[in-house]
């Protein structure tokens, strides 16, 4: 089995993927998480993809036109949740961003020694 898609996105990949994604943000909402339609979303056409591959062995391909419309809207969605009030609280959290960017230093090395 190959990790790239194996062919060009059809429509029934596409919908599969829309509708996993769908799915997923429709019981993230339900449940109550964060940002449901983006961590929901991504676990349901996750689950898809995954299990689409398990089954059949082939991956499924996505439009990368759409895909670039949805990482604007995502982009904007994260955007819209910063306010005066959320940038107030930064001074508070000089620990976390030390030790954040830490580990993202010793992953980026890891990642380059692998």
């Known amino acids: 089995m190959t990790s790239e898609p194996t062919g060009r996105p059809t429509i029934a990949s596409t919908s599969m993927l829309l509708g996993g994604g769908l799915v997923g943000a429709v019981a993230a909402t339900w449940a ?23 089954r059949t062995g082939r991956v499924l391909a996505f439009p990368q036109k759409l895909r670039w419309a949805f ?44």
Request: proline residues 6%; without cysteine.
């Open 32 to 54: 109550g998480l964060p940002m449901p339609a983006l961590m929901g979303g991504l676990f349901g056409s996750a689950l898809v993809a995954i299990g689409t591959a398990k």
């Open 71 to 114: 990482v604007a809207l995502i982009g904007a969605m994260i955007g819209t949740g910063f306010s005066p009030e959320l940038l107030s609280g930064v001074p508070g959290l000089w620990l976390s961003f030390a030790v954040l960017a830490l580990l993202v230093g010793v992953l980026q090395t890891a990642g380059y020694l692998v």
